[in-house]
């Protein structure tokens, strides 16, 4: 965590992690509109001290530019608890960055939270009775006031389960809810599939323009395809020895569906052809409990797991015939993960109940941990804008010479760093003058560079692929972060003797030449000392 900590501000762009009186295990974005700030749901589990509750909160928060060198704040939330992150700051003083507009009772733990697609003030929850609560989180009720409509299951059993998902907008709102599960319209239940699995663990409506298709997967470990309209199963395949608990549909290809598992893997398939998924991601240490396809971007999706990890993937990467799990052994940070694997959230710290994309911006996502923790955040630029084939941006890019990025170091005059596109992260102290006489050629290979400038003072080779970006410390001197294209940080210190004949304090000598020609290093700076 102290790890992932110091390299946050180099892997995010926005993060805010908000400590809870209690634990989440579902969230939601709302539908973005007009005229209102950004908005999400989330619904609380206490111990029964406290009643349940489903909290609608307003996001009151604008960008910052640039992040500065110590960009870490704090900020209390009114209502909710605090928070720490970077990025982000309230749009004025005074207010909450994250506020509670409504408190809505809810007769047990929300499992699941959904807001209607087409009305984005209606929000559905499942109870763990089994039971379905609409509410209008606009309109007016009592205090502790409850559900606007209840949908009861149609067994008189109760069955806790977390399947839950509004349907495309038809002409009578539809919604699917699982455990004993029906499909259900104003007059009653359209498609019961109580029988089907079992237990049905997740559902999830295909969205294109097309008859209404549902999907659904259980703890039998299959996938079974229905036709809401004719109330008919189409599609019924076995896909799994363990628990199915996630399944979601493809927004851009109505073939294509993703689904997960006790097991820990993640399997896309095409409905074309169920006899093996057309890629099987691999990353997680535990049950994957949510998997969710981007709504803005093709071939992307992300997954949550109770290995307190959420993991983003393209599936634009793909394999080659000879690549083995052995050569890309440590994807992500992870060993032996899917060449897929595009970004590790891991700021997470217990089992990641569930999370969301936002529709408000590419990228934006907010997700909820069993350790009472709702994570806001999004990647760095360098990742989204380099998986961006949207054709609407261009991605980042390096100068004519390759080089990214160049920063001064906060601790000492004429000292900067600067990475590149060639791989490697340079050093470069600009009390280092050239003399009139002195040529290229008489220092023709400076740091290893061959041609390199005299001022070159100390070259990290050590990662393998375009550095993307990378940080001074400002707790101790020369200590760096960077980043890579190939999933690498590192987390780094040159060796005192550069240290040493680059002080300019002068409470240490410089480096020397022995007569024999060796180097001697000096003693660390009294600060490291």
Known sequence: QLAWHLSAPLLYDLY???SLR???????????????????????????????????????????EEISQNPWQHWSLDGLGHAVGFGCDVKAAGTSLLRPIAR?????????????????????????????????????????GGPDATLLPTSAEAADGFALAWGPPPEQSQHKSGGRAAVQASGGPLLDIADAHGEVCAVAFCR???PPSLASVGNDGHLRLWDVRAGVRFVSASISKNEVLAVDWSYHQDKVLATSGKGGTVHIWDLRSM????????????????????????????????????????????????????????????????????????????SVSDFAWSDIDDFLLCSVSEDCKLHIWQPSAAVHAADSSSGDDEPVRAGE??????????????????CSSDTRLLLWDLSAVRTDNQTFEEESVVGGIPNASPQLLFTHSGHAASVSDFAWSDID????????????????????????????SGEDEPVGVGEDGTHAAGARSAKRA
């Open 16 to 18: 805010v992690d908000c």
């Open 22 to 64: 209690w634990p989440a295990l579902s969230v939601a974005w709302l539908p973005d509109e007009p005229d209102e700030p950004c908005r999400l749901a989330f619904g609380l589990h206490t111990d029964g001290s406290e009643p349940h509750e489903v909290i609608i909160a307003e996001l009151a928060c604008s960008y910052e």
């Open 104 to 144: 809505l009772a809810h007769p047990t733990e929300v499992n699941r939270v959904l807001p209607c697609p087409s009305r984005p003030r209606v929000l559905a929850t499942k109870a763990a009775t089994g039971a379905v609560l609409l509410f209008d989180y606009k309109g007016e009720r009592p205090p502790g």
């Open 208 to 210: 294109s323009s097309g």
């Open 275 to 350: 006899r093996e998924p057309q890629h099987t991601l691999v990353g997680h240490d535990g049950e994957v409990v949510a998997v969710k396809w981007a709504p803005f971007q093709e071939g992307l999706l992300a997954t949550c797991s109770s290995d307190t990890r959420l993991l983003l993937w393209d599936l634009s990467a793909m394999r080659t015939d000879n690549q083995t799990f052995e050569e890309e052994s440590d994807v992500g940070g992870i060993p032996n993960a899917s060449p897929e694997l595009l970004f590790t959230h891991s700021g997470h710290a217990a």
């Open 401 to 418: 010479d390759g080089t990214v990025a160049v920063k001064w170091a906060p601790f000492q005059e004429g000292l900067l760093a600067t």
């Open 477 to 504: 001197d020369f200590l760096l972060c960077s980043v890579s294209e190939d999933c690498k940080l590192h987390i780094w210190q040159p060796s005192a003797a550069v240290q040493g004949a680059d002080s300019s």
